[in-house]
Each structure stands twice: as structure tokens, then as C-alpha cells.
């Protein structure tokens, strides 16, 4: 017996840190996304309560490091289900790029255990679930389109944004995730996102406005530690693109277009200097 899940990318349309909790994390402020860049996890039933874990991508850690493998440990300690899982993932969101490929595989491991394991669990008690294993975790097992607050996991739905095509520009670097935002100082946020204006632009259908207005208070960090990711940001803007922004941590960025004709004439002007490029629509529903 198997289940299968697809479990699809995240781009930031905003991404804001208010201040530093008294936990250690930062009180984040983001409208996030899905877009059509999938991975698929399969997951078969294993009857010796074992938890096992194979990837098509030699990248990804496939014990307790993973956190699909987390997500699925999580799961049967909460509920104290004896039986095993042996999850299977087909990678094809870049490892390490801002886009939230670990956390939507933990996020469909959830999903695809619930059904696998007949749990019964609500979307709610996911969501609360994937809080312990990444900020990112609620978002992706919510989906569609969302404010998230809190550390991630405090989530309100939104609309999905103008249909659109997503170029996204990969370079060869990974971006460690706690590195950036040990190094932000909230305090010294000179810009943040105009978080209110974005939701109502969403809730407008206001396509121009979601474009332009797009922010990621990480950039910079991101931009001074790694040149290159600052580099693709400017060469995008030079070739045409209705918004560009940083996803996440880095160093994936993203451009938002509209027509079929300008998404292949980013797509071809990039792959010249990028090798990994993608052009995807919004899923955001």
C-alpha cells in the first residue's frame, strides 16, 4: 500500500523579520505562495515500524537530517501509530535555494502519512505539527497563498495572486538558512515590506501593485555575503520583468511576467549565466 504527494515550492512576495523573541527566532511577517515546481513523495506502508528514506538527488540527507524523515519520527511519537514508512522522493526543487523544497517534502510526508497511516488528523493539527519541524513546515502543508506571522506558523489565507509566469534564476551556491538570520539586526531594517498594502493588493487582484511592491528584508545579508545572487538580481532587471526579488534566504531569485513570450525571453537570456532556470506559473490556490 502507497500514497503519493506532490509537494510544490514556495516564493516570498514579502518577507519582514519585526523583532528578535525571546526564544531565539524572529518575529516574521511573510506572504508566501506556492508555484507549479514540484517534488513527489512517495510513501509505502512498512509493517516493522522502521522509518527508511531514498532520494533521486544525491544532495539530501536521507536520515534523521531530513525533514521529511523528521516529519514522518514527529507524526508517530504524537500519535503514537506503530507502524513504518519507507518515503520515497523525487527531487526537483534546487536543494538549499530559498524555495522551501525540504519543508514541502516534510509538509507532504504529513499529509501523505495522515492518509498512509489513517490518522484522521485535521489540516490544523498538521499545520501545529509542522510548526516543530521548520518555520517554512505550516506554510507548506497550508499551501495556496497566505500571510504567515509568528515564526511561520500562525497562518491567514489570502487569495490566489493574477495569474502569472515565475522565472526563477538558481545560481551554484547553497545559503544556509540560520547563517542570514543570525546576522540580521532587526534594529537597523531601514525598509520594511508594506505588508498591508501587498494583502490588499492580492485581495484586488492588482497585478501591477504585487509586482512592484515585492520585498525580502534578508537581501542584503544575503546579497553582501554571496556578490553573485545581487548579480542576477540586476541582470534580470535589465532584461524585463514586471517585479524581481530574492525568495527566502537566497539565493534562488524570482521574476514575475506575464506573457508566455516574455517568460521564454527571460528563460533564454539567463541560461547563459545561470544554469538553473525555470519558468512555472503561480500555483497560489
Known amino acids: 500500500m502507497f500514497v503519493s504527494e506532490k509537494a510544490p515550492a514556495k516564493i516570498n512576495l514579502t518577507l519582514d523579520a519585526l523583532c528578535k523573541r525571546t526564544d531565539g527566532y524572529h518575529e516574521l511577517e511573510s506572504i508566501m505562495t506556492t508555484i507549479d515546481l514540484a517534488d513527489r513523495i512517495d510513501l509505502f506502508l512498512r509493517n516493522d515500524q522502521k522509518i527508511t528514506l531514498e532520494s533521486s538527488s544525491g544532495l539530501v540527507p536521507h536520515d534523521e537530517k531530513n525533514l521529511a524523515y523528521r516529519a514522518a519520527l514527529l507524526l508517530r511519537e ?8 519507507h518515503i520515497r522522493i523525487y527531487k526537483h526543487i534546487p536543494v538549499a535555494a530559498g524555495l522551501a523544497g525540504g519543508s514541502s517534502d516534510a509538509a ?3 499529509r501523505g502519512c495522515n492518509r498512509l497511516w489513517r490518522l484522521g488528523l485535521t489540516d490544523k493539527e498538521l499545520i501545529e505539527l509542522g510548526a516543530y519541524i521548520g518555520s517554512d513546515v505550516p506554510f507548506c502543508v497550508h499551501a ?10 500562525i497562518l491567514s489565507t489570502l487569495p490566489s495572486p493574477p495569474l502569472c509566469w515565475v522565472v526563477l534564476a538558481k545560481p551554484p551556491i547553497s545559503v544556509p538558512t540560520a547563517d542570514i538570520f ?4 532587526v534594529d537597523q531594517i531601514q525598509d520594511h515590506p508594506d505588508t498591508k498594502k501587498m494583502v490588499q493588493a492580492i485581495h484586488e487582484g492588482d497585478y501591477g501593485t504585487i509586482a512592484k511592491n515585492m520585498a525580502n528584508i534578508l537581501e542584503p545579508i544575503t546579497f553582501e555575503l554571496y556578490p553573485e545572487v545581487q548579480k542576477i538580481k540586476e541582470r534580470i532587471k535589465k532584461f524585463g520583468a514586471d517585479g524581481v526579488l530574492m525568495s527566502g534566504s537566497g539565493p534562488t531569485v524570482f521574476a514575475l511576467v506575464k506573457t508566455d513570450a516574455r517568460a521564454k525571453r527571460l528563460v533564454n537570456s539567463l541560461r547563459g549565466f545561470c544554469r538553473q532556470v525555470f519558468a512555472v506559473r503561480i500555483l497560489g490556490a
Do not use: F, H
Not at 543570525?182 to 539586526?185: E, F
Open 108 to 110: 507532504a510526508t504529513l
Open 182 to 185: 543570525q546576522r540580521l539586526k
Open 144 to 153: 495556496g497563498t497566505a500571510l504567515a506571522k509568528g515564526r511561520g506558523e
Open 78 to 85: 504524537k500519535t503514537g501509530i506503530r507502524k513504518g514508512v
